[in-house]
């Protein structure tokens, strides 16, 4: 790692007098003393005024400039090498690709200097996860480098036809690692892209990272490697911990799944219905009720990765201003996902931009910011001036998967009246025709 | 005098100790989340882990984290959301640091001469026992360098840390451990010193001192277990040790004085290997549970009967080294045992105790036969469950390979007997990396000023100014300053009538009375204390049954001092009441004052106090009964 990395200002110059580079070990003298140790890097957002230490110890230090008086450089950082020990590589077993995207769910640290770097080879995942060559073998690929805030509509595309390529290539089942924000986004809109996938795809993510001995990337991902490998069923999946403990997952269906909590393990929950699945160390149980189809031939399965991210999911809040929506509406959006309130309403004020909208062409749609039951808007009034204004009733559709799917629908649709129409259907068990959860 | 305790010069043989202290802070709430700090007795809440070990940039794995995870064990985690959050059970990143936990600390570095450093950094220390929910101890330096004054000499400062405590054990087993989550996460101050000449006495001394600076903050944890030592400890030519968890002070002697004789032992150990041109140690295993199915080993026939394996381990030319004694206690064979027992197995069983164990010749002959091997080699046999036997014949051999090191770098836990015993390899440097879930801490000027407003007097001028205040021995006021009860003591001499060296003799006395009975002490509080003895003072019973009312607080039969008066029947007696009762055991034994004079003194007292104790001071019986017995 060569280079100041982080280092600005006066802690660069006073670095940079001395020739040193982060992985150096240093001698800095303040007054009568003197610390020994090695220069890690700087993170962006703190301060110019201290240069970082790592003591033989291993603990950091901070100095503060104005009390250095000398720095000495004692010796050349050594480079990291990575040298992936020697593993089995699951010969002979079902064959699972594992699509990376810049979640951190397969990374290693660098203690030296404190740095998380990725896996990128199948040496370097069987090394991080040795597990895995017992349960499948393995062909990882690094697809896109992207934090989960960050993905966007294409990036699900680029994914679904990786997963096409690995469905034609004959691989027994796909991983798609990924960070956990917006998994529930990417798991419906590739459920869509994906309708009638012959293989299991399960979206794996970790809540804390695989730095950490702590860390559920593990037992989700060797959990996942071998459903991909084994199970029975097929279609599109998010794996996690179905609890706290390192015990069970849970297999949510792609279009029911949500991320309902920040920061614990079990965050992911699936909405109105049951997991299809459990999996622990002792096998898989198949939730019967929820009947996910079985395993395809590839023969005939084709991939549908457009999307248009030309739509917008709204919150309706109460005293929400008409200039707001407008502005929405109005900012080149063709589609619109509404969060309404209870059985599926916005004020009243905001019917006719509404009706303007739908006229002119746009799709729109009514979820509940609810989450849990199924929008009716033939109860109110309001609801029954906005089925009026063209809006479409999505029953128990969860916003998100609702945001995903307008976005394939209008990218697939040769008019805003067949969009509605597909939004309205249900293709991939977004929508439950009965409601027997209760929560 | 102090040197005649050790089996060999300790100067001679550069034998050294390190001493790490962890003082647990008197703080308000957690290091990272504002739980509270208490014990919860009912823990309704579990959730299961596995920790792993994580991989450096190169390529290395730390052994100790390797060592744990190859035991394959699962951490049962029992929690109260009384004491505990998400923060503890690592669902949730860690808040920013208690700015009074940090704050203590930077006093700690100050009353030690240490330079608080510019910038707090957390780091996370890789500890995967399982004692830590996220595998790891966070852990800072506030303070570097510095001296502590151990009588006349000083004794070098290395660090001053800042970090979070583990979770306490609630059950140990080699396949699965059960936590506790309250103790998790309570601000801890490490103090790291310089090595010093391990003279066990000394070394103690040296823990004594600096447990007393510590205390002059006044923001030190009351009660057992709220200050820890760990040691590490090495003598010449040897790797060091570390030895972890030193509970009691008073054990710390005793502890060095063990790891001396087992490290010189080791060494002369390691001198016969080398004697018998030994320089590459070998081994050989094979599965001897066939060969051992019929034997009169009570032992093996168990395990083998109960579906067990039983793994042979041959070492040329080590017969005789196992079982040899060069300190009453200190055998290879030991360290092996220990090593098995740390890993889910009952211990071993070494060619140089077959007869003890009940093999027969027979079998030896067997054994060496399966092994490959003459008599000139050394046989273990590892018994147990398959899936630890593979693991553990593995470490043995290991072990033995090292012996020609004499001492092997390894961690040891300290037990309550001032014994060691073995727990992991000790781990390797590269276990450290940064906490990116807390932002550095900039020490600002203005931080750097309250915390001197704080500076405590030195605690030897405290304890000087008690005994010269107080007309306190000089023991005495050192009892009570170790007490840690000296801020009470202080408030109740102010407002009560009682002799100062009564109030603390008491304060002194009976929590460590009740401690060895087993009493709960954090039940014995400062409340508690203040409230007994003020009772005392105004005479609502005698000090002889303060132990008494604070047994039943401890003991929880009673609620506050009120309730255990009622419940013990300590309604004092009033001096008519006395004077009658002095009166009838006087006239009663007329016959025998008349006999023997003030001789029957201590007779006639003993039976006035079966009636009067706990109820009159016992100096105020005697005088009257003296005074009765004139008439
Ligand atoms: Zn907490």
């Known amino acids: 790692m060569p280079g100041l990395l982080g280092y600005r200002g006066p802690a660069e110059r006073l670095l940079r007098e001395a020739e040193a580079s982060v992985g150096d070990v240093l001698e800095v003298q303040t007054g009568g003393e003197k610390v ?42 050594e480079e990291p090498k990575f040298v992936a020990p020697k593993r089995a590589t699951g010969g002979g077993l079902p064959r699972v690709s594992v699509l990376g995207t810049g979640g951190t769910i397969a990374s290693r640290v660098d203690y030296r200097t404190g740095a998380v770097s990725p896996a990128t080879t199948a040496e370097e995942l069987y090394s991080l996860f040795p597990e895995l060559a017992d349960v499948a073998s393995i062909t990882p690929e690094i697809v896109m480098s992207v934090y989960s805030e960050n993905l966007e509509p294409v990036h699900w595309g680029e994914l679904a036809k990786k997963v096409a390529e690995a469905v034609a290539g004959g691989q027994a089942g796909v991983l798609i690692t990924m960070g956990t924000d917006t998994m529930g986004y990417a798991a419906a809109a590739l459920s869509f892209a994906l309708k009638g996938v012959p293989i299991p795809v399960f979206i794996v993510g970790s809540q804390r990272s695989s730095d950490r001995p702590s860390s559920d990337a593990f037992l989700n991902l060797i959990g996942a490697a071998s459903m991909a490998a084994g199970a029975g069923f097929s279609g599109v999946y998010v794996v996690m911990h179905a609890d706290s403990s390192d015990e069970r997952l849970a297999v949510h269906r792609g279009t029911r ?69 407008e502005a929405v509406l109005g900012s080149g959006v063709r589609g619109v996902v509404f969060e309404g309130t209870g059985l599926g309403h916005i004020n009243a004020k905001s019917v006719e931009a509404v009706a303007r909208f739908v006229a002119a062409g746009g799709v729109v749609c009514m979820t509940s910011q609810c989450i849990w039951g199924r929008v009716d808007m033939n109860v109110y009034d309001t609801g029954r001036d906005l089925l009026k204004a063209g809006v479409v009733p999505l029953e128990d559709m969860l916003p998100e998967t609702a945001l995903a799917k307008l976005m394939w629908a209008l990218a697939n649709s040769p008019s805003a009246e067949e969009a509605r129409r597909l939004m309205a259907e249900d293709l991939a068990g977004e929508t439950t025709p009965r409601t027997v959860q209760r929560r | 005098m102090e040197r005649a305790s050790l089996p060999f010069d300790p100067e001679a043989c550069q034998f050294r100790v390190g001493l790490e202290v962890h003082q647990q802070l008197a703080a308000g709430r957690k290091l990272f989340c504002p739980c509270p700090i208490t014990k919860s007795d ?57 700015t009074e936990a940090v704050e203590t600390a930077m006093l700690m570095a ?148 063990y790891e001396a004789t087992r ?30 199915r019929g034997t009169a080993s009570p032992v093996l026939r168990r395990i083998i009967q109960g579906g067990g394996v039983v793994t042979c381990v041959a070492f040329p030319r080590f017969a005789g080294l196992l079982g040899l004694e060069p300190f009453p206690g200190v055998r290879l064979g030991k360290e092996l045992a220990e090593i098995a027992r740390t890993n889910g197995l009952g211990g071993v069983i070494h060619s140089d105790e077959f ?28 018994a147990g469950d398959a899936s630890r036997v593979v693991t553990v014949a593995a470490l043995v051999a290991e072990r033995v390979k090292r012996a020609p090191l004499g001492v092997v770098g390894e961690t040891r836990a300290a037990t309550d007997e001032g014994e060691t015993r073995y727990l992991r390899p000790r781990p390797g440097a590269a276990r450290m990396y940064p906490e990116t879930d807390i932002p550095e801490i900039v020490v600002t000027d203005a931080m750097k000023a309250r915390v001197g407003g704080l500076l405590p007097v030195r605690w030897e001028e405290k304890v000087a100014s008690y005994s010269r205040e107080y007309s306190l021995s000089e023991e005495a006021a050192l009892q009570l300053y170790d007490s840690g009860d000296s801020g009470l003591f202080e408030e109740l001499v102010s407002r009560l009538r ?32 203040g409230a007994t003895l003020a009772a005392v003072d105004s005479g609502r019973f005698a000090k002889e049954a303060a132990v008494d009312v604070l047994r039943a607080i401890g003991r929880g ?63 105020k019986v005697s005088s009257l009964l003296r005074e009765a017995m004139k008439e």
């Open chain 2, 263 to 292: 490290q010189m032992g080791l060494v002369k150990i390691a001198e016969e290997v080398k004697k018998r041109g030994v320089e590459e140690v070998e081994s050989r295993a094979a599965d001897a549970t066939d060969v051992l």
């Open chain 2, 498 to 529: 009682l002799e100062p060296s009564v109030v603390a003799a008491m304060l002194v006395e009976i929590p460590v009375r009740l401690s060895r009975e087993g009493v709960d002490e954090s039940r014995i509080t400062p409340e508690a204390l």
């Open chain 1, 36 to 77: 020994t140790g090695t220069l890690v890097p700087r993170y962006e957002h703190d301060d110019d005024r201290h240069i970082v230490i790592k003591l033989k110890s291993g603990y950091n230090v901070g100095i503060s400039v104005e009390r250095v008086s000398k720095v000495v450089r004692l010796a050349e950082g």
């Open chain 2, 42 to 98: 009912e823990l309704p809440l579990a959730f299961e882990r596995r920790l792993r070990p994580t991989q450096s940039e190169l390529g290395q794995i730390d052994p100790a984290a390797v060592f744990e995870f190859n035991k394959g064990r699962v951490n049962l985690y029992r929690w109260n959301p009384e004491s505990a959050c998400l923060v503890e059970a690592d669902e949730e990143p860690p808040h920013p640091p208690s």
């Open chain 1, 257 to 325: 799944v949500r991320k309902d909590h920040t920061s614990a393990r079990d965050a992911f929950e699936s909405v109105g219905v049951e997991p299809v699945a459990f999996w622990s160390r002792e096998g898989i149980a198949v939730n019967a009720r929820e009947a996910p189809p079985p395993r395809g031939r590839a023969e005939g399965f084709e991939a549908r990765p457009r999307f248009d991210p030309r739509a917008a999911l709204v919150k309706f809040y109460p005293s929400m201003p008409a200039g707001y929506l």
């Open chain 2, 557 to 619: 039969e009673a609620r506050d001092v009120d309730e255990a008066v009622e419940r013990l029947g300590l309604k004092g007696m009033g001096d008519e009441e006395l004077e009658e009762a002095i009166a009838g055991v006087v006239s009663r034994n007329r016959e025998l004052i008349a006999e023997k004079g003030d001789r029957a003194f201590s007779v006639l007292m003993g039976e006035v106090m079966k009636v009067a104790r706990g109820k009159v001071d016992g100096k």
């Open chain 2, 355 to 382: 007869a003890k164990q009940g093999l027969t010749e027979d079998e030896g002959v067997a054994l060496r036969a399966l092994a490959g091997s003459d008599s000139g080699a050394a046989l273990v046999l590892v």
């Open chain 2, 110 to 257: 100050d009353v030690l001469g240490s330079r608080v450093v510019d910038e707090v950094h957390f780091m996370r220390k890789l500890v995967i026992d399982g004692s830590n929910t996220s595998g790891f101890q966070r852990t800072a330096i506030v303070g570097l360098g510095g001296s502590l004054r151990v009588g006349g000499a000083k004794v070098g400062v290395l660090t001053v840390t800042v970090e979070e405590d583990s979770a306490r054990v609630l059950k140990e087993g080699a396949q699965a451990r059960e936590y506790a989550l309250d103790r998790l996460g309570v601000p801890l101050v490490e103090i790291a010193l310089d090595h010093v000449a391990g003279v066990p006495e000394h070394v103690e001394a040296v823990a004594l001192s600096l447990g007393r600076a510590l205390r002059s903050t006044g923001r030190v944890a009351r009660g057992q277990g709220t200050i820890r030592q760990d040691l590490n400890v090495s003598l010449l030519g040897g790797q060091v040790v570390e030895v972890k968890g030193v509970q009691k002070l008073g054990l710390v002697a005793k502890v060095v004085r």
